[in-house]
C-alpha cells in the first residue's frame, strides 16, 4: 500500500511541474532548472535556485538544487 502512495505523491509532483516547464517552453523557449518536494500533508513545496548572476549556467543550479 505505501509504495502506491509513494507512486502518486511522485505522480502529483510530476503533473504539477510539468505544466510548469511546458508553459516556460512554448512561453520562452527554455527554462532554468527547478524543483520541489511534498511536505507529510500532501503540500508541494517549489524550490528554485540562484546563483547570484542573471544568467546562470544551468549546472550549478542542478548542483544546488
Known amino acids: 500500500m505505501r509504495a502506491q502512495a509513494a ?8 503533473d504539477e511541474f510539468i505544466v510548469f516547464a511546458e508553459k516556460l517552453l512554448r512561453d520562452h523557449g527554455e527554462y532554468y532548472p527547478f524543483g520541489g518536494h511534498m511536505k507529510a500533508d500532501g503540500r508541494i513545496v517549489w524550490e528554485g535556485a540562484s546563483d547570484g548572476t542573471e544568467q546562470p549556467r544551468s549546472q550549478p543550479l542542478i548542483e544546488i538544487l
Open 7 to 14: 507512486k502518486n505523491d511522485a505522480q502529483a509532483l510530476v
